[in-house]
């Protein structure tokens, strides 16, 4: 089993900063690529940021600027700092993995429960 377990999220007013881990344990051979994603009610789920086992990142273009992607590969956890946040950034955050369990397995993806940020104006 393979489960990724977020934190972080919560009530913040405008202009204020959040960060966000989410840590992947269970039998875990390689991580490739972890992420996060936002989902508001009714829409597809969308790309907030990614960040891949060579530290390449990709933005949306509505958070360039203001969020920071890292991870730590040692313990399987990746971040999201977010400052100088907006309503609009208001939704469910859901972390991502792409991951292999044991050599010769292929890669699969996981996600998270999800974690709430809400940012009041």
């Known amino acids: 089993q393979v489960q990724l377990v977020e934190s972080g999220g919560g009530l913040v007013q405008a202009g204020g900063s959040l960060r966000l881990s989410c840590a992947a344990s269970?039998?875990?051979?390689?991580?490739?690529?972890m992420g996060w994603y936002c989902q508001a009610p009714g829409r597809q789920r969308e790309l907030v940021a990614t960040?891949?086992?060579?530290?390449?990142?990709n933005y949306a273009d509505s958070v360039k600027g203001r969020f920071t992607i890292s991870r730590d590969n040692a313990k399987n956890t990746v971040y999201l700092q977010m400052n100088s946040l907006k309503p609009e950034d208001t939704t469910v955050y859901y972390c991502?993995?792409?991951?292999?369990?044991?050599?010769?397995?292929?890669?699969?993806?996981?996600w998270g429960q999800g974690t709430q940020v809400t940012v009041s104006s």
């Open positions: 991502h993995a792409n991951l292999k369990r044991a050599p010769g397995w292929p890669y699969s993806d996981y």
């Open positions: 960040i891949d086992d060579g530290s390449t990142t």
């Open positions: 269970g039998r875990i051979f390689s991580v490739r690529t």
